[in-house]
């Protein structure tokens, strides 16, 4: 299959006068009219390559499903700001992100990502909630000024803020050159802001405050610091890098003590009356739940209409099902004793077995193997989590491989 061929069939849709009049919205049983050979140099597109088509447009992020007929292309979505949001942003959570340059495609693969979430969206902006936090976030896009804003309200401002400037900052390594610094706007003068980086910078070497010479006030360093993410997230290395890869449950006693040392500076953190636990747990559901549905979706597009099909659909939403439960789950030992928890192992070793249905599946399914080797890292932080066995690490995706 050529690529070029590709290429045409995604900007025939994309550039449809009838997706544009329909602000982004495409229904699936328009596909073929668009795709329809009109003349004689026009390749050919077989209605049994459509599917091929719409799960590579999602696979590259240009579009997200709405149901199971219809897709949404977020580039296309009407420019006006809506009148009414619905969002406070009165003591809300803000931050930005400033850029030599912003490309165009780093807010729709947001929202791609994020879409979940949605609940009001234009082509510049998106307000997104998450049921679990009880928190809103207003995103928007200001292209002349080379920024994207951020700000959150709600239970856990802070809790969802991580989980989508984590979103922001892999969407970041995807390009080659991207050179982006992230700013904290003062509580009590939005218009000026410290460069986070700065603050991380001053924390680290002991300092308690940052003294700004244009408000000509001083402020603490860690109240900035904790008004958009919670102290275990700045843990120092080799924790925090623990922590991105997932797997790790920590819990912090009282009067417990973490040594920061860096280049000539060794200092002694005190946590007094502090008792931090960090729940990746929660995190490794979240993303493990996110592949899944990728997957399904390219797997069903993939597989022929029968009863393999719906089998295979089946067993995934009973999955899905699973994952919810342990998203839910407060108790270490009744998550590990659950039939949830016995699904998703019991689906994990699935993955690696041809012998199975699913293993079968995943062989069919372009870049199959990627996929199951980030559903199984994904569940040893759930595994680990509860003290149950994990994938080897030889069998997950290796640094060097990574996207």
Not at 39 to 51: N, Q, V
Not at 183 to 192: A, I, R
């Amino acid at each position: 299959m050529k690529a070029d061929w590709l290429t045409n069939g995604v900007y025939r849709i994309i550039t449809a006068p009838l997706v544009a009049e329909n602000e982004g919205y495409l229904h699936l049983e328009d596909v073929p009219d668009i795709l329809k050979k009109r003349k004689s140099e026009d390749p050919y597109y077989p209605p049994d390559k459509h599917p091929f088509i719409i799960g590579m447009m999602k696979k590259f992020e240009l579009c997200y499903a709405l149901g199971d007929d219809q897709i949404l292309i977020p580039d296309l979505l009407p420019r006006q700001e809506p009148e009414a949001l619905a969002f406070d942003a009165t003591n809300a959570l803000r931050y930005y992100i400033q850029y030599e340059f912003l490309p165009r495609s780093v807010l729709p693969r947001f929202m791609v990502q994020r879409h979940r979430d949605i609940r009001q969206q234009w082509r510049t902006g998106v307000l997104l909630e998450d049921s679990d936090f009880e928190t809103k976030a207003l995103v928007k896009a200001d292209h002349e000024d080379r920024q994207i804003s951020i700000w959150v309200n709600g239970a856990q401002p802070q809790r969802y803020f991580a989980t989508l400037r984590k979103t922001l900052r892999d969407l970041h390594s995807d390009f080659k050159k991207l050179p982006a610094v992230e700013w904290v706007p003062l509580p009590d003068d939005p218009e000026h802001a410290i460069e986070y980086e700065r603050l991380v910078g001053l924390e680290q070497m002991g300092e308690r405050e940052y003294v700004d010479g244009i408000t000509k006030k001083r402020y603490p360093v860690a109240q900035l610091l904790d008004g958009i993410e919670r102290p275990e997230e700045r843990l120092p290395e080799p924790m925090a890098r623990m922590l991105e890869k997932g797997g790790l449950h920590l819990h912090f006693e009282q009067n417990q003590h973490v040594d920061v040392r860096q280049a000539n500076v060794q200092k002694q953190l005190s946590i007094q009356q502090t008792t931090i636990t960090v729940e990746v747990k929660n995190e490794s559901v979240r993303e493990l739940s996110s592949t899944l549905a990728t997957l399904k979706e390219d797997l069903l597009d993939e597989i022929e209409d029968g009863q393999d099909r719906k089998k295979l659909g089946k067993e995934l939403d009973r999955v899905e099902q699973a994952l919810a439960q342990l998203g839910e789950a407060k108790s270490q030992e009744k998550a590990k004793t659950s039939q949830a928890m016995k699904r998703l192992s019991k689906f994990i070793e699935k993955l690696g077995d041809t012998g199975t249905r699913m293993g079968q599946a995943i062989q069919a399914v372009e870049n199959g193997v990627g996929y199951a080797q980030d559903l199984a890292k994904y569940y040893n932080g759930i595994a680990q989590w509860v003290g149950l066995p994990q994938v080897p690490r030889p069998l997950l995706k290796q640094p060097a491989e990574a996207d």
